[in-house]
């Protein structure tokens, strides 16, 4: 007969450990907060194997000889024992069903998430892509008042060049006249 075909209850534990209720689950807690995992039924109660009285048995010892902690004697357990009977947990079919719901809630959550996300990023890109013809606009129409301006300003310097110019002439004009008339008298 093979090892793990019997399956004990938690009172048939207890009993053979000849410890309460409250201290043999105290015990598959502390085993379990370290990874320890023990076979439920669909009920989620634990079932005990060999394998997992042995483990009980040398984590009662431990505890009784040495008077060490719970989560140091759960360590010193694993390392001995592994992490159960079944390195992989046996579960039940509503603990199947209930992870796999769970499963599909985080994925449409996620999914969820993504599609907002990339709405809010189609809406940046939109309201950027509309800045960006805001700004190209802008920046055309200041291209074109500061070509008019110089255009403006050059056609200014021009006139004034040739008024001084004008000017210039005239002067030297009237004094050439005046100095030739001081040699004529």
Known sequence: MDKYDKAYTPKEINAILEVSESTGRKWCLSLEKKGYMFIRNDRNQRLFTEHDLDALQKFQALLKETNM????????????????????????V???????RRSLERSDETIEKLINHIQKQEEYMKRQELFNQNLLQRLDEQEKYILSRLEDRDQALTTSLRELHQTQKA????QEKKWWEFWKS
């Open 94 to 100: 509503r603990e199947k069903i209930e992870d796999e």
């Open 69 to 92: 902690p719970l989560d140091n004697a759960s360590d010193i357990i694993i390392s001995m024992f592994g992490k159960g009977a079944f390195e992989e947990r046996t579960v039940s």
């Open 171 to 174: 002067i030297a004009a009237s």
